[in-house]
């Protein structure tokens, strides 16, 4: 069972709009990611988080923010929504070092209309 | 840039026969770790193998890895329904920034 919490679940919401896609996780771990994927396709991450205040941007350029004021706590920003954007948004978290898997959360199916 | 390729894409097979996916990788990796995913969800951590490590074993899974070939291997043996889902792979590269995940297969098990 997973304890990282990923809400909403799905989001219909036109375009032009700012949103924010939340992400929390209860294991107190100082990894987090998020990671977007096209619907049975491979994942592509888009930022990552060591800890508090530390933000680094992954390989897929994106037009998102992040923050991390709290360790469990990363949402995601779209300052402004396009049907490009359209996709399902997965977050994770692992513990420091390598030897770790990580833990995802549900996902937030997004569609921008 | 993908690092992992899982083959096949796409795999189908009757409970209780086994499943075997692969998965290549282009550079050197510190681990490589095999997750499932269930439709229009997210990803379950199966197993990690280090890249000093040939096998692993985790209940009905076995893991190999062939660092000279670049290439590991996921069998799934006396597949159940439940196993239908999709397989990933992803490594860690030496600098052990993020994991990077392959394309997946697809395995549907029939009843």
């Known amino acids: 069972e997973a304890d990282i919490y990923q809400t909403p679940r799905y989001l219909v919401i036109g375009t032009g709009k700012k949103i924010t896609l939340e992400c929390s996780q209860t294991?107190?771990?100082?990894?987090m990611y998020w990671y977007q994927q096209d619907p049975g396709m491979e994942l592509h991450l888009i930022h990552y988080?060591?800890?508090?205040?530390?933000?680094e941007k992954g390989d897929l350029s994106s037009e998102s923010t992040v923050s991390r004021i709290r360790t469990e706590h990363f949402p995601l920003t779209l300052e402004s929504a396009r049907p490009s954007h359209t996709s399902q948004y997965l977050c994770?978290?692992?513990?420091?070092?390598?030897?770790?898997?990580?833990?995802f959360g549900s996902g937030t199916r997004l569609t921008v209309v | 840039s993908q690092q992992g390729e899982e083959d096949p894409q796409a795999l189908s097979i009757q409970e209780g026969e086994n499943a075997t996916m692969n998965c290549s990788y282009k550079?050197?990796?510190?681990?490589l770790q095999w997750y499932r995913q269930n439709s229009g969800r997210g990803l379950v951590h199966l197993i990690l193998?280090?890249?000093?490590?040939r096998e692993k074993h985790s209940g009905r899974l076995r893991v190999t890895l062939d660092t000279s070939k670049k290439s590991s291997s996921l069998l799934i043996t006396a597949s159940r329904a439940a196993d239908t889902a999709s397989y990933f792979c992803?490594?860690?590269?030496?600098?052990?920034?993020?994991?990077?995940f392959g394309g997946g297969t697809r395995l549907m098990v029939k009843p």
């Open positions: 994770a978290s692992s513990e420091l070092g390598v030897y770790y898997g990580y833990t």
């Open positions: 294991m107190g771990h100082d990894k």
């Open positions: 988080s060591y800890g508090v205040n530390s933000t």
């Open positions: 550079t050197s990796i510190n681990n």
């Open positions: 193998i280090r890249s000093n490590e």
């Open positions: 992803a490594t860690h590269n030496n600098a052990g920034n993020m994991l990077t």
